[in-house]
């Protein structure tokens, strides 16, 4: 009988690391995944605090970014980012495959096929993959947002929830910068990010604002004005991302009895610029951490709920006013004249800043007070409680 410990399912970041942590416990773990390492519908930035949980697996394999350049509305302001371990863009073939590596490295089971069934046995999970029925106690779901482990420990996202990102991978583009346009309708952004041997392009926003043909649409006439992207060949995407608002993720059950969910399995995304590899990283660092406690799925619930839901909700409840074309063209006209604001959004980009304390640094510059009280000012937002004296 196939026996573990634990069995991971899905081999992206989130999986990848809660197994090679686990693995370097002692533990006995099962990695599933039968698509990875494969390209994803993905920027693939990826900061430097998720880098310092990759512990050294994708070091040389991301392209470091030196600059960000904002649009809006036909405007543009530009962002230097003065250490180049701030931020790097990533194959996610590469990236994910490096983790994966490092999770096998330290002792996991890696079972290169999908988990095409789940079912509790007692105490234990049965999960078939391939010709084979593993067991384990503790199931760990990082297998993405329209995965088999949430849609059976716990429920589907509805269309509400998620974002739609669609775009294309622009063959021989090789650049240095990434840019970050604000798109008015419907209310998203376009990115175009630098990959190894090519460009990643979309754009994104609710789902329930837009459709995939729609987003395609603002994402191909932006490359067709783009000089670098003309006349280069183009691989269309597709993608659901979770995006949930401060609601959502009160209503969010991280784990239960025998499971957890980790990375977009869980909601773990950021709804305004949609990162999710910090999250999807640190949450396969929690729940490995977890499982050496008394009441493991109380120990990862409140961990999450703790770090990762209190840093998102402060995101969700600023999302209504980001995309706003009010705020875009205050933001592009600050960040042209303020070299503090500059110094902000780029350590936001870069994840050197957290949505926790980004009011109070706005309001420290002294040259944002127009600027903020439009961000707090959006429909769906406390007005009295965002824009009284507390600030966090």
Known sequence: ??????????????????????????????????????????????????????????????????????????????????????????????????????????????????????????SRWAIRAGTRTLHAPWLLGADGAGGIVRKHVFRPFDRGQLSIAAGSFVDGVDRADIVVGFVN??????????????????????????????????????????????????????????????????????????????????????????????FALRSGVLAAAALGAADPGRAYAAAVRDELHDELRHAARLKAGFFRPRFTSLLIDALNKSDAIREVMGDLVAGRQTYRGLKRRLLETMELGLMLRVLLTAPGTRRARELSPKVD
Request: charged fraction near 25%; proline fraction near 6%.
């Open 1 to 122: 009988m196939d026996a573990f410990d634990v069995a991971v399912v899905g081999a992206g970041p989130a999986g990848a690391i809660a197994a090679r942590d686990l693995a370097r416990r002692g533990a006995r773990v099962a990695l599933v995944d039968g698509s990875h390492p494969r390209e994803k519908p993905c920027g693939g930035g990826v900061t430097g605090r998720a880098l310092a949980l990759a512990g050294g697996a994708a070091d040389g394999l991301g392209r470091p970014i030196d600059a960000v350049r904002f649009e809006a509305a036909g405007r543009s302001a530009g962002v230097r980012l003065n250490d180049r371990h701030a931020l790097a863009v990533f194959s996610r073939a590469d990236f994910d495959a490096a983790l994966a590596r490092q999770a096998a490295d330290a002792g996991a089971n890696v079972i290169a096929h999908r988990a095409a069934h789940l079912a509790r046995d007692g």
């Open 185 to 278: 309708r419907p209310r998203g952004y376009l990115w175009s990010f630098p990959r190894p041997g090519h460009l990643a392009v979309g754009t994104c926003a609710q789902a329930d604002e837009t459709s995939s043909a729609d987003m395609h649409a603002v994402t191909d006439r932006w490359l067709d004005a783009y000089a670098p992207a003309i006349g280069r060949p183009r691989r269309r995407y597709a993608w659901p991302i979770p995006s949930l608002d401060a609601a959502d993720l009160d209503r969010e059950q991280p784990a239960g009895d025998g499971w957890m969910l980790l990375g977009d399995a869980a909601g773990l995304v950021d709804p305004i610029t949609r990162e999710g590899i910090y």
